[in-house]
């Protein structure tokens, strides 16, 4: 049974309607943002997985007030069809358009790993995988988990698959003291106007990309950090998930998603208008297909109040929205899971 919404304290979200249902795939809850105050950690594998999957609800959390912010696992390092470009070059060209793709969908920060792209499955154990992302969990104290579904099934990229499975994982041992947690935050990369900028790095230093794996201890060796206090994270979305529960209108931000994509400009060769009508599309079929799905849905249309300016972009280098309202029918789907009494232990060690 689910738990019918999060304590204000603590929650990010509660459903509208139909919440008995949440996890139990029998009806789907469409997103009401109370996030004001709140923390998002996003765990994604590359540097345009946040925007491709769900930068409009990103867009719109932020937008509402709530301080998101991404770990990355690996720069991309291996994402292009040019075999000339050098593995490094790529990756610094990718965390480059990665921050600016969070400065659109208004980040707070952003940190990466730096492991080799396409090897998280391979040239990475995932006990020290979840040792690094546990870490990092601790350390920003998010309400709210967002990262692959890795039950989705034909996901045919293996960092995908790996860092949904690991990030759920280390989900646990960031709640478990007796896990090891490695205690060295990652690189932080400044978000223009984010929280991060001109923060130091943790004291962790560059993960330099292709450089084989980092040189930390292998966690059956390592011992519980008492620095880093034990954190439960009570709610997690997992993106293009294989059953959804959760949908998020990001019609308003649409324009946000466009941009923050458009900002990856080594991955997206179309023409704006192509990949703006490609991704329109993707949206629209998201909520014919889940919509369709759903038992009970007659849920009235959403009003989220965003400060608008005549350009289209919200001050103070917020997001960009539609000024007139956005496109109806635009959405992105998530699978919600709700951990029913996990802000109790943590509410004992970590308060
Ligand atoms: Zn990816």
Redesign the pocket.
Known sequence: MDSPSVDSDRGVSVPEAGDGGACTGGSLNRLKIEPRGKRVLAV???P??LEFYCGGTMARLAAAGAEIVLLLATA?DKGSFDPGMPGARLAELRLEEALRGAHVMGLSSVYCLGYPDGELAYGVSAAELRCRIAGVMRAVRPNLLVTFDPWKRYEL?P??RRVGQVTLDARLAAKLPLYPVEARLPRRLPVAGGAGEGASDGGAGVRRVGGGAPGIEQPAAAQPSPGLRPWAIPEIWLFQPEEANLLAEIGPFFPAKLAALQAHASQFLEEKDTLAAQLRSEAAEEGRRWLGKADAWNLAPQVLSVPVSAAGLAPAGGPAVDPAGGSAGLYEAFRRIMIVGSTAFSGQSAQ
């Open positions: 994604c594998a590359h345009d997985d991309g990229h960092d995908h």
